[in-house]
């Protein structure tokens, strides 16, 4: 893969910041995006925009088309069996939200478990206290490794017969862990528990098999992976998406409606009430295509790399404590630090007027800021257009952190 | 945009060295946190016949929030509370940008720098938005 030539097609890169090359190394929080989506974008709105679904003039015609085409694009790309099992989201909160509103409050009840890991982002966590809230069940917690891990045999301690839910993201957007996601859903499966896969982290950035995971929802979003904000996905399980009630109701989504009732439309439109995320859609399938066309091996391979050679490269900056597994196979492709003392606030600060753009603060992830024991972390996080010459910048203006600080002390 | 107009050298001294930290007996607490960051500060008051007599403050966070934090409590510490809402005031119309009177803010003046970096004006507001709390409390 060559990174120097995927950079052409992302025009904001090519800028300067603070009178320094921009280093975009927050691809975790969102990614930036290539010519080809910004163009599909904008080609939408000049020749083809319209609702869709309802009136039978072309335009509409054409919407409908390109946004359906997209769902087939995003089922392939996750090995979804059918399109049907593609909703179309504002994005992962939303996702998990359907899935605890839908799924889950109708189902739990006191003495049910929820298992879940103290590393989740928020998006992965609240949902499910609010689930337990509704309903009695209690949320059990898979105990967490000195380096943020979890072991199977913890995992299978802690689910049991009472346990209805596991919810884990494949990627935690801190450590960068890699969860077993798959090993996880076998054990789901044999308590007769569901497992809900928070996939923010992991369809980006590397090949995803909702088959081969068998896993019972996926949630994910457009943005980080090349596509516009505002869109996501919800994959599930035909049965449990038939079985499931829309979460918000009006037009769009209905069959019949009567005076005092109504009947709703089949999966996956009955969960996309109102006129739906048309134009983010079309742009996440222009995402997909571009993200296949380059291959995600191609990408999980270039991120690992990278992640190899940032591990490495920090190694040299005295005083940066990282977080997470040590080896990059293990992770995703982003690094978790922090500079000696140096609050990540005051180390993003110093980073940005070089240019370097990282993610400073608890990333939606307070819980595990506790188990770290810290209040904040710095965060630099990978993808397809990052090169060895951003790892560089980093480490360097991390040496200029560490020096201005020191310089600055009285 | 240069970074020692950020980290004067007065605010790397507050940062390292926080005035008035601890806690004060029977006074009025406002705890606030900046959820997004994660900085956080527990603000006590004591206010006796309309003046803010002492006050103390426990945090954690950046140089910036703590700094400020620190230098907020040596400025409003003997002012009548509507003097001190008055400062947070001024120094609120600082960090937008807007013209103040320095003769009244003082050595605070030397956050003004604060104002030029976006992101950092929530990290110098939260221990003023605690006093403002808690002189209305």
Not at chain 1, 93 to 103: F, H, K, L, Q, R
């Amino acid at each position: 893969m060559n990174a120097s030539a995927i950079r052409e097609d992302f025009p904001i890169l090519n800028q300067t910041v603070n009178g320094h090359p921009l280093v975009y190394l927050d691809s975790a929080a969102t990614s930036q995006k290539p010519k080809p989506v910004i163009d599909v974008l904008k080609r939408y709105y000049e020749t083809d925009n319209s609702n869709v679904h309802r009136g039978v003039h072309t335009l509409g015609s054409r919407a409908t088309e390109a946004y359906e085409l997209a769902r087939e694009k995003v089922a392939q790309f996750i090995h979804a069996p059918d399109a049907a099992q593609v909703v179309f989201t504002r994005g992962t909160t939303e996702s998990i939200n359907m899935v605890a509103y839908g799924y889950a409050r109708p189902r739990l009840q006191p003495g049910d478990e929820i298992v879940l890991t103290a590393a989740e982002h928020h998006s992965n966590l609240i949902p499910w206290q609010q689930v337990a809230k509704a309903t009695g069940a209690t949320l059990r917690y898979i105990p967490l490794q000195p380096d943020g891990t979890i072991t199977l045999e913890d995992a299978a301690a802690t689910i049991n017969a009472k346990t209805k839910l596991v919810a884990i993201a494949h990627i935690s957007n801190v450590l960068g862990t890699i969860h077993p996601v798959a090993e996880l859903a076998k054990l789901a499966h044999a308590v007769g528990a569901v497992i809900v896969v928070d996939g923010a982290q992991s369809v980006p950035h590397m090949p995803t098999d909702v088959q081969a995971l068998d896993c019972d929802f996926l949630a994910f979003s457009g943005h980080k992976m090349c596509g516009p904000t505002g869109v996501g996905v919800l994959y599930g399980k035909r049965r449990w998406l038939d079985e499931m009630e829309p979460t918000y109701f009006g037009g769009e989504m209905i069959d019949v409606v009567e005076l005092y009732d109504a009947t709703w439309k089949d999966t996956p439109w009955k969960f996309e009430g109102g006129t739906p995320i048309i134009a983010g859609a079309i742009g996440l399938g222009a995402a997909v295509d571009y993200l296949t066309a380059i291959g995600m091996d191609a990408i999980r391979a270039h991120d690992q790399e990278l992640t190899d050679y940032a591990l490495e490269r920090l190694r040299s900056v005295p005083d940066l404590t990282i977080y997470g597994p040590v080896e990059a196979q293990q992770r995703g492709g982003l690094v978790t630090f922090n500079l000696g003392d140096i609050h990540p606030h005051d180390v993003s600060t110093v980073l940005d007027a070089e240019g370097v753009a990282i993610r400073a603060g608890h990333h939606c992830a307070q819980p595990l800021m506790r188990f770290l024991n810290v209040p904040a972390t710095a965060r630099a996080s990978f993808y397809l257009y990052n090169t060895r010459s951003d790892i560089d910048a980093l480490v360097h203006a991390l040496h200029s952190a560490k020096e201005f600080f020191q310089h600055a002390t009285v | 945009m240069q970074l020692s107009e950020l980290y004067r050298q007065v605010i790397m001294d507050h940062y390292q060295n926080p005035r008035n930290q601890g806690d004060l007996e029977g006074a009025i607490t406002v705890e606030l946190r900046n959820p997004s960051c994660g900085d956080e500060i527990s603000l006590q008051l004591k206010v006796t016949g309309g003046v803010v007599e002492d006050v103390r403050f426990r945090g954690s966070g950046c140089s910036i929030s703590m700094a400020s934090a620190s230098m907020m409590t040596e400025a409003v510490k003997g002012l009548p509370v509507d003097e001190a809402l008055a400062l947070s005031n001024a120094f609120r119309a600082m960090m937008r940008g807007e013209s103040f009177d320095e003769d009244q803010l003082g050595e605070l003046e030397a956050l003004q720098g604060v104002s030029k970096f976006p992101a950092r004006i929530k990290c110098a507001t939260l221990a003023w938005q605690a006093l403002e709390k808690g002189c209305k409390a």
